[in-house]
């Protein structure tokens, strides 16, 4: 029977909030990660990496996933409802040099990432893991940053995932991290699980005691702060929507400050403009704006973050923004909508038609916001049935995630999502099948179990173990 999930404190929301990480301990006895290393050490010299059947090829990895402690860390930072998402890897460090400092990309492409965390991952040691063996390591606080912001590969202030065996990592989904040397030699194995919010937050979904944004006490971040980021990041956690906007007097001298800082070429600097700027109202967002139109892509798309924060006034001008000529700033303004989500229904049928837009990405933007935007719009689950249909790949295994945040509100999709259980790629088939989960409905369930069964495995069959016993 599984046992309650473990909420996490408010102190480690803080931290997870500011630095993007926490390392999270479970209670399995020392035999369970042993057992767990050996059995990956024969899959790995008999079949090679079982890439996305970790789970049925080694089925105790679920029991650690079940664990009360990660149910927990996961059900305060996503919601009750996350999805375990179809990718997940097991990574095997051999190399006594260390990996390039990169952040995942969402199943090989590119897209504007969320600061909100509507994603995150789970890496799992099952080995004792000391920094000699090469653990993965993050730079605390850059989830946020689209640009790498540091120079050099070697960082102050660098954390390592290392510890005993059964040391969990939860991190946000965009936080720049990398394997690191393992010098000792010996096998180094981490498995890595990406998760999935499902639906937006009403209400703090963490052990909340505080309703003030608190700093955490010793936080030390390599690369800078961001207070109001913050703030407004565990406002959002709360339920609450935006809720920055119009908290600030207007002051002339302030905002042109504010605006020279948007094009500060250093990330973080222009990435506090924005967000002090969607707090001074129409004027800020005035600001905004011109940076969304500006000719540097970098300082569009900052602009567009500060504008996803920043309420009503900026509905108007995101809307116009999306008849610009220039696709990034079509792809950055509707991002900024599907974050405003209620402030912003008005432009649901402009977004319905960009799903005819020639530009892929735009596409992608549109199919992404109307799972955020609204989860009970007709017009959206029409949007998103056509996008199932669309000639990119991207487009069509975006609709299906966007289809599983609406739940039941889009069961005239189960048709199309039955269809598409035939695609040549296997996040639409994936996707479509999580769709068809969070809809519920009595036809989704029959059309899942129906595939699930047609497609089920022998998780004990290998070359080696073809039939008996």
Not at 308 to 336: C, H, K, N, P, W
Not at 344 to 363: G, Q
Not at 368 to 382: F, P, T, Y
């Amino acid at each position: 029977m599984n046992q309650s999930p473990l909420l996490l404190t408010d102190e480690q929301m803080q931290k997870f909030i500011t630095e993007g990480f926490l390392i999270l301990k479970t209670d399995f006895p020392e035999s369970f990660h042993q057992a767990m290393t050996a059995e990956l050490g024969k899959v790995y010299d008999e079949e090679g990496n079982p890439g996305n059947n970790l789970l049925p090829r080694i089925r105790e990895i679920q029991q650690a996933f079940d664990s009360p402690v990660i149910t927990g860390a996961l059900t305060s930072v996503l919601g009750p409802n996350y999805m375990l998402h179809a990718h997940r890897h097991g990574h095997f460090n051999a190399q006594p040099v260390a990996g390039g400092w990169h952040k995942d990309s969402y199943w090989g492409y590119s897209r504007m990432r969320n600061h909100h965390p509507w994603w995150a991952m789970i890496m799992y040691f099952p080995q004792n893991t000391p920094i000699e063996l090469g653990p993965t390591s993050v730079v605390p606080g850059t989830q946020n940053y689209e640009s790498r912001t540091f120079a050099s590969d070697e960082v102050q202030g660098e954390a390592y995932a290392s510890g005993e065996a059964g040391t969990f990592a939860l991190i946000h989904y965009d936080i720049w991290h990398r394997s690191t040397p393992n010098i000792l030699g010996n096998a180094r194995y981490m498995l890595k699980f990406e998760f999935m919010r499902t639906a937006v937050p009403t209400k703090p979904s963490w052990n909340n005691l505080i309703s003030e944004w608190k700093e955490p006490a010793d936080l030390a971040l390599p690369i800078a702060n961001h207070e109001d980021m913050w703030e407004e990041t565990w406002n959002w956690m709360s339920g609450k929507l935006g809720s920055l906007a119009n908290t600030a007097e207007a002051n002339e001298e302030k905002l042109a400050a504010l605006a020279t800082a948007l094009e500060d070429s250093f990330e973080p600097n222009a990435l506090n403009a924005a967000y002090a700027l969607a707090k001074y109202g129409a004027p800020g967002v005035k600001v905004l704006l011109a940076g969304l139109h500006h000719e540097r892509l970098d300082v569009s798309r900052t602009s567009a973050y500060g504008l996803s924060i920043a309420g009503s006034d900026a509905v108007s001008g995101l809307i116009d923004a999306l008849e610009s000529d220039r696709s990034e700033t079509v792809q950055y303004a509707i991002f900024a909508l599907g974050e405003l989500r209620s402030y912003a229904e008005s432009a649901l049928p402009k977004l319905v038609e960009l799903l005819s837009h020639s530009d892929a990405t735009v596409r992608i933007a549109v199919v992404e916001a109307l799972g955020i935007l609204s989860n009970s719009s007709e017009i959206a689950v029409k949007g998103l049935i056509t996008a199932l249909s669309d000639e990119d790949v991207q487009v069509r295994f975006t609709a299906g995630l966007s289809l599983s945040r609406m739940g039941a509100a889009a069961a005239a999709a189960v048709p199309a999502l039955a269809a598409v259980l035939d695609d040549e790629n296997r996040y639409v088939r994936a996707h479509a099948l999580e769709a068809l989960r969070y809809i519920g409905t009595d036809e989704a369930k029959d059309i899942l179990i129906k595939s699930l069964f047609n497609s089920r495995w022998c998780s004990t069959t290998t070359p080696a173990n073809s039939f008996y016993p």
